[in-house]
Nanobody, 125 residues
Framework: QVQLVESGGGLVQAGGSLRLSCAASGRTFSTIAMGWFRQVPGKEREFVAAISWSGGSREYADSVKGRFTVSRDNAKSTVYLQMNSLKPEDTAVYYC??????????????????WGQGTQVTVSS
């Protein structure tokens, strides 16, 4: 079993930046593909970014491409989401997720079996 704990959320003005962290424990982090998703009330959880074991493969939702950067530090068992040029429509609860069965997890939330508790990001206009 893997435990994921997100941190770094908060309130920021439009145009600002935040960096989310997701710390993992419970098994070898370097063999878990990781992803970030977000959800607003009344909507389905949507894909934000994904990163492979080594960090060599990364993918982003079109809505965040060029503004968000996903990275990982396997020595610290942590994955990050750097969010720049934030917009009010980025407001959501952000979740990190883990897939222990593949080098790369991809966009589908059904590929991930480990989930954090979420961290709220609120962007004011």
């Amino acid at each position: 079993q893997v435990q994921l704990v997100e941190s770094g959320g908060g309130l920021v003005q439009a145009g600002g930046s935040l960096r989310l962290s997701c710390a993992a424990s419970g098994r070898t982090f370097s063999t878990i593909a990781m992803g970030w998703f977000r959800q607003v009330p009344g909507k389905e959880r949507e894909f934000v970014a994904a990163i492979s074991w080594s960090g060599g493969s990364r993918e982003y939702a079109d809505s965040v491409k060029g503004r968000f950067t996903v990275s990982r530090d396997n020595a610290k068992s942590t994955v990050y989401l750097q969010m720049n040029s934030l917009k009010p429509e980025d407001t959501a609860v952000y979740y990190c997720a883990g897939n222990p069965s593949a080098y790369y997890g991809g966009r589908s939330r059904t590929n991930y079996i480990y989930w954090g508790q979420g961290t709220q990001v609120t962007v004011s206009s």
